[in-house]
Each structure stands twice: as structure tokens, then as C-alpha cells.
């Protein structure tokens, strides 16, 4: 909220903050890695992207946007390209190189909660706001990446905002964090059917941006909760195998470490980082 992005050194007692970038004009929605861990890309409330060499603690490009950008996600395999999506409902895929929008996703004014790329990257799955009972066919989107065009029709017809949706990294699904209190999960090859007799429940969501994330093999699913704890499911037979009480506020988001399989990272919603091994 302070408009500034914070790199902390996770491994030392006394917390120390690495390095803290202050680009953004605005609050700082979310920010994300790149692929060579050299650079990071942060979006806000300033209707911008911004991409930062974190060594030099230098901005090297600017994406302006006639929206708030509330989310942004780096294509799996081409660090060059990356998704935004923002307030007014609009998907732009970037291309670092030309500083352009390369494609654009429209189907509504809706703002967008989360996107995500399929397993194989032609396509992109986003998540929207639903702001009316009437168009929980607009909730979850998968898109066609080169034709711009939207593949599902009435993917998730209950209208309930989906917060967070992640990809598995080696099974052809894709889950979906639901304002329903369970995570649902779907078929990542078309038609993109809905899973109806597997769901992750037991956590809380609440009206939260509670989100969640894969292990590094893909066997366990892990998932905030509004009731501030951490939630391990197995991802085959959906049991809940673990709970970690974290935090006293909502547990809202979750990183796996990309090389340590035993190590995560949580945030609560006032303001807390953890790091669990």
C-alpha cells in the first residue's frame, strides 16, 4: 500500500530487507520473478506494469495501461512475454522486447482476479469478478492465445468470485479458488469440464483474495484460509493431510520455493511474511 516492493533475505534471523524499490506512484498489486530471478515485474494502482533489474535497483521499462493493473504472470518457457490483467476487464499479452501489447482479451467489465497459462502455453485462463448473478459464465474464461478468442462457454456456473486459478505443473487440470470455500478443479483439454466429484474443502475464502499453489511435484495442493491457517491437500484424493495455524488475520497468499521442495512462503492479510521448512 505504501507504493513500494520489498525484497527480503528470507535465510537471515534478523529479517533484513534486501533491497526495497519504490517505482510505482500508486499501491503495489502484485509482482512477480522473472524466470532468471535477475529482474522483477510489478504492477498497481497506477495503471502500470514495471519492470526492475533488481541488482542495479534500476526501472527498465514502463507498461502503461488505461486500466488498474491488479495481476501479472510471466509466460512459463519465454521470459520476453508476459500477461497482464486489470479493473475494466482487459487481458493485454506483452512483449518485453518491443514493449508492446502483442493480443488482447476482452469479453467483459469484469475486473480480472488472476490469470494463468496452460500447461503448453497456448492457452491463458482468466478468473473475473462477478459482479451480477446472471454472468457466472464469464467467472472463468480459457482463452486461445493466438486467435484472441475465448474456447469455454460456462466453464464454473456457480457465481461465486474465483480469486485465484493455477495450472498443475504436469496433469492436463487446473484449479480454481472459490468464493464458495473449495477449491475446484478442472480439465485443462476442451471441453474444460468441471470436476464434480472432487473438491478441496475445509478451508475458509470469505470474500478474501485467498490463494493457492502446486508443490513442485504437483502431489500437493496448498491453499490459504481466512481463518489464518496454511491448508495441505493431496491433490489425487483431495484429503486434507496437514494444517499449519499461521497467522491471526486470513493466510492469503502461498509460494513454493522453485528449488526447495520443503520450503514455503505464506503472507496474512495484515501484512505478515513466513517463510515454513
Known amino acids: 500500500m ?9 535465510w537471515r534471523s534478523d529479517q533484513k530487507i534486501a533491497r526495497k524499490l519504490c517505482f510505482h506512484n500508486a499501491a503495489v498489486k502484485d509482482v512477480k520473478w522473472s524466470l532468471q530471478g535477475l529482474s522483477v515485474l510489478s504492477c498497481g494502482f497506477d495503471c502500470s506494469s514495471r519492470l ?29 512475454l508476459f500477461l497482464s490483467g486489470g479493473s475494466q476487464g482487459r487481458i493485454r499479452l506483452w512483449d518485453i522486447r518491443t514493449g508492446k501489447v502483442v493480443h488482447e482479451f476482452v469479453r467483459g467489465r469484469d475486473p480480472i482476479l488472476d490469470v494463468e497459462f496452460t500447461r503448453n502455453g497456448r492457452q491463458i485462463i482468466s478468473s473475473s469478478d462477478v459482479s451480477r448473478s446472471n454472468v457466472s459464465e464469464n467467472s472463468i474464461i480459457v482463452w486461445d492465445v493466438s486467435r484472441q478468442v475465448p474456447l469455454s462457454n460456462q466453464v464454473y456456473v456457480e457465481a461465486y468470485t474465483c480469486p485465484c486459478v493455477r495450472s498443475h505443473p504436469f496433469d492436463s487440470v487446473f484449479v480454481a479458488q472459490s468464493n ?24 475458509g475464502v470469505s470474500g478474501f483474495p485467498i490463494k493457492c499453489n502446486f508443490s513442485l511435484d504437483g502431489e500437493i495442493l496448498i491453499s490459504g484460509s481466512s481463518d489464518g491457517s496454511i491448508y495441505f491437500y493431496n491433490y489425487r484424493s483431495s484429503e486434507l493431510v496437514r494444517k499449519i495455524k499461521a ?19 505464506s503472507c496474512s492479510w495484515n501484512g505478515e511474511v513466513s517463510v515454513f521448512e
Open 2 to 10: 505504501d507504493q513500494s516492493i520489498c525484497i527480503w533475505n528470507a
Open 52 to 80: 526492475v533489474d533488481v541488482e542495479k535497483g534500476m526501472e527498465t521499462q514502463v507498461f502503461k495501461e488505461d486500466q488498474m493493473v491488479g495481476v501479472v504472470k510471466f509466460h512459463e518457457e519465454n521470459f520476453n
Open 180 to 203: 464458495g470455500n473449495y477449491i475446484a478443479i478442472f480439465s485443462s483439454n476442451p471441453p474444460f469440464k468441471l470436476n464434480k466429484y472432487k473438491r478441496y474443502e475445509s478451508h
Open 247 to 265: 497467522y491471526e488475520q486470513a493466510s492469503v497468499d502461498i509460494a513454493v520455493h522453485p528449488s526447495l521442495p520443503n520450503v514455503i512462503a
